[in-house]
Nanobody, 120 residues
Framework: QVQLVESGGGLVQPGGSLNLSCAAS????????MGWYRQAPGKERDFVAL????????TYADSVKGRFTISRDNAKKTVYLQMNSLNPEDTAVYYC?????????????WGQGTQVTVSS
């Protein structure tokens, strides 16, 4: 069973920082990529960032480029999202996602989400 456990969300003032973590269950194998998405109230879930499990490929949404950094720890099967210069528009539930198998052929799985609120 694939389990993704997110942590690190919370309330932060504009201009502040948060670091999200997503740990995948140790039993999984064949990770192709992991990523982060977010969903604000009343809006669709949007892509934020992804990282391939081999090599250095990362991709970011335009709205977070230069402010967010995605990284990984292969041994811990954990992906991180360092978020800097946060603004109220970043307020959302942040979801972790993993693709298993070559280009996700073995499935795509989601975490339960962690709330990020940016407010003064």
């Amino acid at each position: 069973q694939v389990q993704l456990v997110e942590s690190g969300g919370g309330l932060v003032q504009p201009g502040g920082s948060l670091n999200l973590s997503c740990a995948a269950s140790r039993s999984i194998f064949g990770v192709y990529q992991m990523g982060w998405y977010r969903q604000a109230p009343g809006k669709e879930r949007d892509f934020v960032a992804l990282i391939r499990w081999s090599g250095d490929t990362t991709t970011y949404a335009d709205s977070v480029k230069g402010r967010f950094t995605i990284s990984r720890d292969n041994a811990k099967k954990t992906v991180y999202l360092q978020m800097n210069s946060l603004n109220p528009e970043d307020t959302a539930v942040y979801y972790c996602n993993v693709w298993l198998g070559n280009r996700g052929a073995a499935g795509s799985y989601w975490g339960q989400g962690t709330q990020v609120t940016v407010s003064s």
